[in-house]
């Protein structure tokens, strides 16, 4: 429980001074400092999987809401059907990726980096569809800037828990194997 506690004073301390330092150097993170220590902290923290795999699903779904943004600029209309397609295009393609994966990409990473893609970049977008390309960019290294702190944080300082290993299959235990029961076995 200490742990824990001196993990959330050192985000909070580090959140600050990245918020501090933005105003002092105009470096226009303000907007998005909070949205991304508390992401970033969160992909640390939650003990599923290692931390690249947990980043890869991370990364996976931000690019896809990355994508979903220039397919609205470029092919859909700015209606709430156009908006509905983009949401449904991107959870797809969330869904597809930790599929291909099978399964070894953590579906709430990736959505989790979707979530911290659109909450950072949604009320920019707005404002200006046609200018996506640059105006993302800029969002994009502001948000990534405020998630590397908040995960560098949380991964040095937070209590570290134990992520249970899988036990190995042996070949002679898959050749006379039921799938029901090959599954009953992985867990």
């Known amino acids: ?3 824990t506690i ?6 909070a301390l580090a ?7 933005s105003a002092v150097f105009d470096l226009e993170l303000e907007s998005v400092v ?3 220590a508390a992401v970033g902290a969160v992909v640390a923290l939650v003990p599923d999987r290692t931390p690249l795999v947990r980043f890869l699903g991370f990364a996976a779904g931000f690019v896809a809401a990355w994508l979903g943004f ?17 949401v449904g295009l ?6 597809v990726v930790v599929a291909v994966s099978a399964g070894r990409l953590p579906l709430w990473s990736a959505l989790l980096g979707t979530a911290a893609m659109v909450g950072g970049y949604e009320y920019t977008y707005a404002a200006a569809p046609p200018e996506v390309a ?3 960019v800029s969002a994009v290294t502001s948000l990534l800037c405020c998630l590397a702190v908040g995960y560098l944080v949380a ?3 937070a209590p570290q828990a134990s992520i249970p290993s899988r036990p190995r299959l042996r070949d002679e235990d898959l050749e006379n194997t039921s799938f029901d029961d090959l599954m009953e076995k992985t867990k």
């Open 1 to 3: 429980m200490r742990k």
């Open 6 to 11: 001196i993990a959330g004073l050192v985000l």
């Open 15 to 21: 959140s600050a001074l990245v918020m501090w330092l």
């Open 34 to 36: 909070l949205l991304g």
């Open 70 to 86: 220039f397919a609205r600029a470029a092919f859909l209309p700015d209606t709430a059907g156009g908006r509905a397609v983009a």
């Open 90 to 95: 991107v959870l797809l393609l969330c869904v």
């Open 134 to 136: 640059t105006t993302s």
């Open 155 to 157: 991964a040095t300082v």
